[in-house]
C-alpha cells in the first residue's frame, strides 16, 4: 500500500518530493489506551525538507491481530 500512496508524491506545504516512509500506531480510546491495544495503523510519508508528515490509515486491524500486537510488540 506505502508504494501506491508514495508513487508521485510531493510535499503538500513545500512541494518537495523526497520523503521518508514509516509507520505509525495509535489507540482509538481511552478504554483501548489504558488496555494498551492500538487499533489503528497509519503509514506516514515525511518531507526530508521542511519535516511536513502526511498520515495515510491503514485497513482495520482485526481483534486478534490487535491482541498479539499488543503482547508481542
Known amino acids: 500500500m506505502a508504494r501506491k ?6 510535499c ?4 518537495c518530493a523526497e520523503h521518508q ?9 481511552s478504554i483501548m489506551a489504558m488496555l494498551d491495544i492500538e487499533d489503528n495503523e497509519y503509514t506516514t510519508i515525511t518531507c526530508t525538507r521542511c519535516g511536513f508528515t502526511d498520515l495515510f490509515q ?4 482485526t481483534l486478534l ?8 510488540s
Open 5 to 10: 500512496i508514495t508513487e508521485g508524491y510531493s
Open 12 to 15: 503538500s506545504k513545500c512541494g
Open 21 to 29: 516512509v514509516g509507520r505509525m500506531k495509535a489507540s482509538s480510546g
Open 58 to 61: 491503514v485497513e482495520e486491524s
Open 65 to 72: 491481530q490487535m491482541i498479539g500486537d499488543s503482547f508481542f
